[in-house]
């Protein structure tokens, strides 16, 4: 997979409504789908009829970090932790 590929990743938590909509099970928004719609969180969209992951293999930051930054600070002090994440979020913050 390279940056101008997409490609999409059958999941899980989710079923088909009476319309033809496919509704995420993911989260407590339950986002209603049409063809081709993302959902809130950008990271589970509707293609071919069912929800597929759009990020999946594919990080939007990593960095080098302290051990202690992280909630395992009472293991291994002083060492090194890859931190990595990727995109998504389905707060809606208003300041975001």
Not at 55 to 81: A, Q, W
Request: hydrophobic share 30%; charged share 20%.
């Amino acid at each position: 997979m390279n940056a101008m590929t997409t490609e999409f990743f059958p999941t899980r938590y989710w079923h088909v409504l009476d319309d033809g909509r496919v509704q995420c099970d993911v989260c407590p928004r339950y986002c209603k789908l049409h063809e081709g719609q993302q959902g809130l969180c950008f990271v589970r969209g509707c293609h071919d009829g069912m929800i597929k992951l759009t990020s999946y293999g594919r990080s939007s930051g990593f960095c080098i970090d302290p051990i202690e930054k992280k909630p395992l600070n009472h293991f291994l002090p002083g060492t090194s932790v890859l931190s990595f994440g990727t995109a998504g979020c389905n707060l809606a913050c208003k300041f975001c």
